[in-house]
């Protein structure tokens, strides 16, 4: 069962991408406290010199990751509008970049990681036809950044996963460790992950840890030592943990738990220096919170970290690997506790330079002294910058992230609350035109994907888009949002297209009554689950909504169903989807077109691996046979993530024209 995928150097692109280089290489060095480009200070061109395409831009740099050495970066760039995953040196401007490509769109890059400052990891996503049936495909492959030379690790033979790092050494040798299967089939013993250390430039390896029946992902410590294991029986779900002390000799069961009991394990988060010792995340208290484990007895200390409201959303960890030095946690926008302190100076210093929030440290060399941070604003595109911190704190641009819209300010941002009808608080992003009354506004309601997600504070360029035209957005946080507690997001069990879906509709209600909202002007939009969601609002509350529209939406819950369980972990994918939706019949919009009474835009990309184009071509089948207002555009390019220029323009091209037809500003 091959993978097969295109990924090389790519010299198509060779001569706009030494234009890029230039464009990203001279950038701008500014000091904090006369730092020309803070959110605080808006460029001086004018609103009015924007356009359509102005806002579709794929951005000019996406998820930069910088070298161990602090030389060179690593991400996806934009290329002729299409995103390209590439490695530059950031200070010599004739160094050569490498530029590398994918199959047609065909394969995600779902990550890349530096191993040392020669070669990068990267992780591979595909969806393959095997036997009659689409599945999700993974790989990892090493490239050489001097030459472009990729190598395959662990595809020969292997399974359907075969992607899972666990270790990166942190010595400069390139080595580390992979955990893949070599069967799609339960009964076969090569079915079971094994763990296995790869020398990144030779592709060579050795078994670092053999296959155990029912176990399928295994954790390393720092060191590089496999402590680790997860068991999983997809039949009984059960699930139990297997671990040894220090990484040597045989495993034991330190704990067991039930899926049909709602019983969880107690995983280690990160292993501590200290034998033994690890932290963990627990919500014991209604909030993920982060505390100190003893993972022999699988004793919890005390707490660490937690914030009041939130969950902690991740550990930062130091470079060595084995302490943590921050935590990242989403409140109303995306927050950076630094517990280290030379790296809470740091961000002290980056917030007098550009405003408290708007600078976000992404990514830092070994010594943690050259970094790159990331300069914005959820009214402002912003840009990625390097900061040195030991040579008194300059700031030079990388790249804007869109450098059309550049650092001009465009729609006002905040996070509101109001009352669902049955009385829970739902917290919200209100994004308001610019230069516009807040009165009387027509009204769209843009609910996020997952739905195990949640919206913040943030850039949007689908949503300043709209702002753009005139619009107020609404951005609910319906229950079973993540980030908010348990007891919110339990609340979402069952509740797909039900009281999810009465939340968004609150909404509406709250903005009318605040005299913000027209609420006889209002359209629904959204993609993954928000595309299910404009989906089951204009079939199930039409006389709400002039329109809906969908990109990329769920509208068949049972094929969804189905096509998720073509995994390792079927089972538990059935039982989350009876969990979310258990009459999926009564749920699914395209069971139910008839019932359709708002016009409907849909829209789909064909190369979409997340959630199959299928589903958007059977609910405009449906609706042609029901005789109902619908225009379907399928984009033959297009993903899941709207990574080209072309499929973002043409997708805003089209819910404007939709929209001026429909619920016009």
Not at 69 to 85: H, M, S, Y
Not at 106 to 126: F, H, P, T
Not at 318 to 339: C, F, H, Q
Request: glycine fraction near 10%.
């Amino acid at each position: 069962m091959p993978l097969i995928l295109a990924y090389h150097y790519n010299s198509i692109y060779w001569g706009n991408l030494m234009r890029l280089f230039a464009y990203l290489i001279l950038g701008v060095a500014v000091t904090p406290g006369v730092f020309a480009e803070t959110p605080n200070k808006t460029a001086s061109s004018s609103v009015e010199t924007i356009s359509v395409s102005s806002f579709a831009a794929a951005p000019m740099m996406e998820s930069p990751d910088l070298s161990p050495n602090g030389k060179w970066v690593a991400a996806k760039v934009a290329v002729d509008g299409r995103q390209i995953l590439a490695m530059y040196n950031l200070f010599d401007a004739a160094a050569k970049p490498t530029l590398l490509g994918l199959d047609g769109g065909k394969v995600d890059a779902d990550w890349w990681s530096w191993v040392n400052d020669d070669w990068l990891l990267v992780g591979l996503s595909a969806t393959e036809m095997v036997e009659g049936d689409p599945w999700r495909i993974s790989r990892v492959i090493s490239v050489e950044r001097a030459t472009g030379k990729s190598i395959q690790l662990g595809w020969k033979g292997a399974g359907q996963n075969a992607s899972d790092v666990l270790w990166t050494a942190k010595d400069g040798t390139p080595r580390i460790l992979l955990g893949l299967q070599n069967s799609i089939y339960p009964s076969e013993e090569a079915f079971w992950t094994e763990v296995r250390e790869f020398d990144v430039s030779t592709g060579k390896s050795k078994i670092a840890a053999s296959r155990r029946a029912n176990v399928m992902d295994y954790y390393a410590d720092a060191a590089g030592n496999v402590r680790l294991g997860y068991g999983y029986n997809d039949q009984s779900r059960t699930s139990r943990l297997l671990y040894r002390s220090g990484g040597k000799g045989s495993f034991t069961e330190i704990d067991r738990a039930a899926a049909k009991k709602d019983e969880t394990l107690t995983f280690p988060a990160l292993f501590l220096a200290a034998p033994d010792q690890a932290l963990t995340f627990d919500d014991s208290d209604g909030f993920e919170a982060v505390y100190e484990l003893d993972v022999k007895t699988l004793k919890r200390g005390k707490r660490i970290f937690g914030i009041a409201g939130y969950d902690v959303g991740s550990l930062i960890t130091s470079p060595s690997g084995d302490a943590m030095i921050g935590v990242r946690v989403a409140e109303n926008g995306d927050k950076t506790y630094w517990l280290d302190p030379e790296m809470a100076t740091v961000q002290k210093n980056l917030d007098q330079a550009v405003g408290a929030g708007s600078a976000r440290i992404v990514s830092w060399d070994r010594q943690m002294t050259q970094l790159l941070v990331k300069v914005g604003g959820p009214s402002q595109a912003g840009g990625y910058y390097t900061y040195n911190a030991k040579n008194g704190g300059a700031l030079s641009r990388l790249a804007f992230i869109n450098p059309n819209l550049a650092n001009r300010k465009y729609a006002p941002v905040s996070t509101i609350t109001y009352k669902a009808r049955d009385g829970l608080d739902i917290p919200a992003i209100l994004t308001l035109p610019r230069d516009r009354p807040a009165k009387n506004l027509p009204l769209i309601v843009l609910p996020h994907g997952g739905p195990g997600a949640r919206d913040v504070e943030s850039w949007d360029w689908w949503v300043q888009f709209l702002a753009w035209r005139g619009y107020a957005v609404i951005q609910p946080n319906y229950r079973g949002s993540t980030g908010l507690g348990r007891a919110f997001r339990d609340k979402g069990e069952g509740e797909w297209g039900l009281k999810m879906q009465d939340d968004l509709n609150d909404a509406i209600t709250h903005l009318a009554k605040q005299g913000i909202a027209d609420p006889k002007r209002v359209c629904m939009a959204g993609a993954s689950y928000g595309g299910y969601a404009a989906l089951r609002a204009a079939q199930r509350d039409g006389a709400l909504f002039r329109c809906a529209i969908s990109y990329a939406g769920v509208a068949n819950v049972a094929a969804m169903s189905r096509y998720d369980q073509r995994s390792i972990a079927g089972n538990s994918a059935r039982a989350y989807w009876k969990e979310s939706a258990p009459n999926s019949a009564e749920v699914s919009p395209v069971r139910n077109a008839k019932d359709f009474s708002a016009p409907v835009l849909i829209m789909h990309g064909k190369n979409d691996l997340r959630v199959p184009v299928s589903q958007s071509r059977e609910m405009a089948d449906k609706l042609k046979s029901a005789g109902k207002t619908y225009r379907y555009v399928e984009q033959p390019l297009g993903d899941h993530y709207f990574s080209r220029t072309e499929d973002r323009l043409q997708f805003l091209n089209e819910m404007d024209a939709f929209l001026v037809k429909y619920n016009p500003s």
